[in-house]
């Protein structure tokens, strides 16, 4: 399977009469877009609304990110299952749009969505401060209920981050990257000295606006299952989620996945990268049982000596990491877990739900409970209504002079479990 | 809280989804519940079958709270 993935470079977004990128430009027409968002009859409006980095901004609350993609040549669409057929991805040629998002934004619940600053403090710890974000900001029909509103927003993200990329079609890309990964008979005979890695990717699935899609599929219904690390490229993973927004994956992350990246790199150099299994959170003891003990399966068959292991979120989903590295272990292979902690606000507590000796190789993407002060932003896009409610504030969170009082929690992609924030520990 | 209540020196049955948290914190007498967003019910359930579900898992904990246990036991059955 082998992708090439060409950057098309977006240096700046302004808003016109017509779409189109132009010397790195995009060029966004309201209306064009607001026709796409309102296929969706659960919304009664959108507005749009652009943030650069350094700007006096603040979005919240937000929903997902998206980076806009496009399918050039090979099988199948951007997001399959979503807003593309269902052809299996991540071969061919796809065309991402770089340096931007689209953010999605609007109270679903309001309490469970994310906060993400263009400058100060806050900046620091999301990663989506450094993008220029298209935001959308949609506003339900009166009476829809949350799980119906939180889909048609979703879908519209991807709609629109789809008709994006669609503009950038016919470019040359600024560069292109080429990932290839081959069947296991050739990868087993191509690198016979090399350690064989695989990556499981624990998806957010507990229900209830938790939830992650594959190729359209709910995860939570999901036996673990194996992907070729470039589907995920073309959106093959996305995001139904965004509860205590530091840990969640966005949309974005999925595409820019850092452990398929990072292990791509070293492929066929120190280590064979064999494949990545995906498998869920959910909410009962049993299915957390089974996803464990299918995923560990996998893992035997594919003759691993080592396996590195993300997590979506914290609390209950300790347990299916440490099921995980358990049944991974006992296998007789190597296991790596990537979390976050939840160690209270002077780092003091236990940082992990559960735990096990197994568990002796980790890495973290930082203490979520971490209070951080954020100061009065000139310009909000979305509404302030909900920031006392949203996981990781506080009734006393904001304050006289405009500023938040906030744990990490409440900051997107703060302290992401793929490495892709930029906090951790040695 | 568990913990600090049988130090108390009386015993206490933790009904609880997640009995592998349970037995990391140490519970001695652990109940398995139905999920994390509805431990003790189940919305899938008539109300009529859901109040007996609610009946058994209760009458379950009363006998486990009378049960003589030897460390850490998960009361299945």
Avoid at chain 1, 136 to 152: F, I, K, N
Avoid at chain 1, 350 to 379: F, H, M, R, W, Y
Wanted: hydrophobic share 40%; charged share 25%.
């Amino acid at each position: 399977m082998k992708l090439e993935l060409g950057k098309i470079l977006i240096h700046d977004i302004c808003f016109a009469e017509k779409s189109e990128i132009r010397d790195g430009v995009l060029y966004v027409s309201k209306e064009e877009l607001e026709k796409i968002v309102m296929q969706e009859e659960g919304i009664q409006s959108v507005s749009f609304d652009i943030a650069k980095p350094g700007e006096s901004v603040r979005i919240t609350p937000v929903k997902d990110v998206i980076e806009p993609r496009v399918k050039v040549e090979g099988p199948g669409g951007i997001f399959p299952g979503m807003v593309a057929g269902v052809e299996t991805v991540g071969s061919g040629k796809t065309y991402a749009l770089k340096g931007m998002a689209v953010v999605t934004a609007g109270p679903i619940v309001g309490f469970q969505e994310g906060v993400i600053d263009m400058t100060g403090p806050g900046a620091e710890y999301t990663p989506f401060s450094k993008t220029l974000n298209l935001v959308m900001v949609c506003t339900p029909v009166p009476g829809l209920e949350a799980h119906d509103y939180e889909s048609a927003v979703r879908l519209s993200g991807f709609r629109v981050a789809a008709a994006l990329g669609e503009l950038a079609r016919e470019l040359q890309p600024d560069e292109t990257v080429v990932y290839e990964c081959s069947d296991l008979k050739e990868s087993f005979e191509k690198y016979p000295g090399l350690p064989r890695v695989a990556y499981v990717q624990m998806l957010q699935s507990q229900g209830l606006l938790h939830d992650t899609y594959v190729y359209g599929v709910d995860a939570k219904k999901i036996l673990p299952t194996l992907l070729y690390p470039t589907e995920v490229m073309d959106g093959a993973i996305v995001s139904g989620n965004c509860v205590s927004a530091c840990d969640k994956n966005p949309t974005y992350i999925h595409e820019n996945n850092s452990v398929v990246e990072d292990l791509f790199a070293q492929h066929g150099k120190t280590l064979n990268f064999v494949g990545q299994i995906v498998t869920n959170e959910n909410v009962y003891l049993a299915d957390k049982e089974r996803s464990s003990n299918q995923t560990a399966k996998l893992c035997r068959m594919l003759g691993l000596d080592g396996v590195i292991v993300s997590q979506e979120g914290f609390g209950n989903p300790d347990t299916d990491l440490i099921m995980n590295c358990k049944k991974i272990e006992a296998e007789g292979i190597k296991t790596v877990i990537i979390t976050d902690e939840y160690a209270g606000r002077d780092g003091k507590s236990q940082s992990l739900a559960d735990a096990d000796v197994a568990a002796d190789a980790v890495v973290t993407g930082g203490n979520a409970n971490e209070l951080v002060i954020l100061p009065k932003l000139d310009k909000v896009i979305g509404t302030l209504a909900y920031i006392n409610k949203i996981a990781g504030a506080n009734a006393e969170t904001l304050r006289e002079d405009g500023s938040l009082a906030v744990e990490l929690q409440v900051i997107t992609g703060a302290t992401n479990e793929t490495g892709f924030g930029r906090l951790s520990a040695r | 809280m568990v913990k600090e209540i049988e130090r108390a020196g009386i015993p206490v049955v933790h009904m609880c989804t997640v009995t592998p948290i349970s037995m990391t914190v140490g519970a001695n007498r652990i109940i398995p519940a139905i999920a994390i967003p509805h431990p003790l019910g189940n919305p899938a359930l008539t109300p009529a079958d859901e109040k007996k579900l609610r009946r058994r898992l209760v009458e379950k904990a009363l006998k486990a709270l009378t049960t003589e246990v030897d460390g850490q036991t998960i009361f299945k059955d």
